[in-house]
T-cell receptor
Framework: GQSLEQPSEVTAVEGAIVQINCTYQ??????LSWYQQHDGGAPTFLSY????GLEETGRFSSFLSRSDSYGYLLLQELQMKDSASYFC???????????FGKGTTLSVSS | DSGVTQTPKHLITATGQRVTLRCSPR?????VYWYQQSLDQGLQFLIQ???????AKGNILERFSAQQFPDLHSELNLSSLELGDSALYFC??????????????FGSGTRLTVV
């Protein structure tokens, strides 16, 4: 089956850079996705990596190493509004639905 | 507005009762997914439909069932409710089952409270 590991909590200050790691175990790999969820809100899609390397989208970047079954989300120039939970996700074995990690709660302070 | 509509937003009901949650996917998306999120828990995959057919099941209890109708809207039925069923229930839709470059689009969720 699939399993994902990510830290439960990360804290940082405004303007800093933070990296949220995710390691996964899956029998068939289709790609690693990241989602953001503010408290009580809907998860929103941030990024998707199917190939090794770094993908940059504004202040957020996502990295994937398929050989290490590892990826990370990099958030730069942190703002208070970045305080949220961040989930990594991989498709299930059949590639029919995303399985999510338990999430990392990011707290940004001034 | 994400384009995925879920109703109702809030639901309070008693143990043993049955409720139906409704979801309309984003226009053009054929896949609908249901997820459960309990307090301090991640998103637990329940079930997926694609163009009216069940495609995948996750950790869905036998007391729960779902269906997708010809107009692609979906309903999640929860019966014999227990206190532990209290959670946020999200519906998501996508054009690709793996998410891909566009990802899943989630609705705003239904907060179910069983008392």
């Amino acid at each position: 089956g699939q399993s994902l590991e990510q830290p439960s909590e990360v804290t940082a200050v405004e303007g800093a850079i933070v990296q949220i790691n995710c390691t996964y175990q899956t029998s068939g790999f289709y790609g690693l996705s990241w989602y953001q969820q503010h408290d009580g809100g809907a998860p929103t899609f941030l990024s998707y990596n199917a190939l090794d390397g770094l993908e940059e989208t504004g202040r957020f970047s996502s990295f994937l190493s398929r050989s290490d079954s590892y990826g990370y989300l990099l958030l730069q120039e942190l703002q208070m509004k970045d305080s949220a939970s961040y989930f990594c996700a991989v498709p299930n074995q059949a590639g029919t639905a995303l399985i999510f990690g338990k999430g990392t709660t990011l707290s940004v302070s001034s | 507005d994400s384009g995925v509509t879920q109703t109702p937003k809030h639901l309070i009901t008693a143990t043993g009762q049955r409720v139906t949650l409704r979801c309309s996917p984003r226009s053009g998306d054929l896949s609908v997914y249901w997820y459960q999120q309990s307090l301090d828990q991640g998103l637990q995959f329940l079930i997926q439909y694609y163009n009216g057919e069940e495609r995948a099941k996750g950790n869905i209890l036998e007391r729960f069932s779902a269906q997708q109708f010809p107009d692609l809207h979906s309903e999640l039925n929860l019966s014999s409710l227990e206190l532990g069923d209290s959670a946020l229930y999200f519906c998501a839709s996508s054009p690709e089952t793996t998410g891909g470059q566009r990802g899943y689009t989630f609705g705003s969720g239904t907060r179910l409270t069983v008392v």
